[in-house]
């Protein structure tokens, strides 16, 4: 049973900087593709970012694209999501999920879920 825990969130300023990290148990970590996602209260989990599994090719969601990126590390079995010049409208929690599929950006697709970690940023 594969298990992803979310770490790094907090509550940052506007033009701050956070990194969160997602360590993943089980094997196979780089067979994966590695997903961030977020939600507010009362609004349904929407994409942030992905690295695929294969080549390692990043794609984001435009609302934080030049502000976010994804990396991973297969020997430490964690994706990271570095996220800089936050914004308020980014508060959220963040969610990294895990998925066979190439270049998913649909929450229904991914097979495994950590709990969320909550970011808040203030004005």
């Known amino acids: 049973q594969v298990q992803l825990v979310e770490s790094g969130g907090g509550l940052v300023t506007a033009g701050g900087s956070l990194r969160l990290s997602c360590a993943a148990s089980?094997?196979?970590?780089?067979?994966?593709?590695m997903g961030w996602f977020r939600q507010v209260p009362g609004k349904e989990r929407v994409f942030v970012g992905l690295i695929n599994s294969i080549g390692g090719n990043t794609y984001y969601a435009d609302s934080v694209k030049g502000r976010f990126t994804i990396s991973r590390d297969n020997a430490k079995n964690t994706v990271y999501l570095q996220m800089n010049s936050l914004k308020p409208e980014d508060t959220a929690v963040y969610y990294c999920?895990?998925?066979?599929?190439?270049?998913?950006?649909?929450?229904?697709?991914?097979?495994?879920w950590g709990q969320g970690t909550q970011v808040t940023v203030s004005s």
């Open positions: 999920a895990q998925t066979r599929g190439l270049g998913v950006v649909t929450p229904d697709r991914y097979e495994y």
């Open positions: 089980g094997r196979a970590f780089s067979t994966y593709t």
